[in-house]
């Protein structure tokens, strides 16, 4: 709770740097949980034979993609709406209510994400929402899909035993590396970027971090918006030849 008040400041410029940032729960004597785990190539690959088994709705099964193909948070695609979304031009504005850090964020769609994100149109079920929750209010309305949801319908496939009244596909996604959630997705589409090529500060801009030196936050404004549009489509390249069948032995270089 103190880390997020910091980081509540510093998005606000009130204090000019976090001082916890590069503090660690093991500095205090907690355990740290911070996750490492990043999808490898041939798991994209084991990934893409496995999701079309595992009794997932199809607009989940896309939005598995697009989080990958965007690096975004499993809550910001949970509450799109389809307002925000410019399938011409290929832009994903994320309003700041729905970012982590209150800040506007705007992702570059690649041929990758606008393919899946078009998938999901063809089967929307609301004029407002991307991923609408299923269970319709007593007034007639519907919001969007539970934040938690898709974590969930992911962590249930890859149980030992299926959970009572659970899926019953269970295990059908577990990979060769072992167990992984939706917010691995986005450091995994993060690291590709970087073997691609991509610099640092471009990755960072793309995830929608907050520069944490505010020298360095208020002087350089840039936003670089033509090397992320280039991240993002390099990133969606990728991915489209890993998940071709037709490409299985094709090896992508590293920068």
């Not at 994320?94 to 705007?106: F, G, L, S, T, Y």
């Not at 319908?153 to 659970?166: A, I, N, S, Y």
């Not at 350089?220 to 990728?238: D, I, P, V």
Request: net charge positive.
């Amino acid at each position: 709770q103190v880390r997020q008040m910091f980081r509540f400041a510093l998005s606000r410029d009130w204090i000019e740097a976090d001082p916890t940032a590069t503090l660690r729960k093991a500095d205090f004597g907690g355990k740290d949980v911070e996750r490492d785990r990043v999808l490898t190539e041939s798991e994209i690959k084991e990934l893409m034979l496995k999701l079309p088994k595992a009794k997932l709705q199809p607009q989940t099964e896309a939005a598995i993609w697009v989080m990958l193909a965007t690096c975004c948070r499993v809550g910001e695609l949970s509450q799109a709406k389809w307002a925000d979304l410019d399938l011409e031009d290929g832009w994903w504005r994320i309003p700041a209510a729905n970012a982590k850090n209150q800040r506007e964020h705007m992702v570059y769609l690649s041929d990758f994400a606008m393919k899946h994100f078009t998938a999901i149109k063809k089967v929307q079920t609301s004029a407002l929402w991307v991923l609408p929750a299923s269970k319709i209010e007593e007034d007639g309305s519907q919001t969007h899909l539970d934040e938690k949801a898709i974590t969930k319908q992911v962590r249930d496939r890859q149980r030992v035993k299926p959970l009572k009244g659970r899926s019953s596909a269970s295990n059908a996604l577990l990979l060769a590396k072992g167990s992984w959630t939706p917010h691995d997705l986005r450091r995994t589409g993060a690291t590709m970027m970087g073997e691609l090529g991509a610099d640092g500060d471009v990755i960072e801009r793309c995830l929608n971090h907050i520069e944490p030196n505010r020298i360095k936050r208020t002087y350089q404004r840039q936003k670089m918006e033509l090397a992320q549009k280039q991240a993002w489509a390099m990133l969606g390249r990728s991915l489209e030849i890993l998940t071709n069948e037709e490409l299985n032995n094709v090896v992508m270089l590293k920068a």
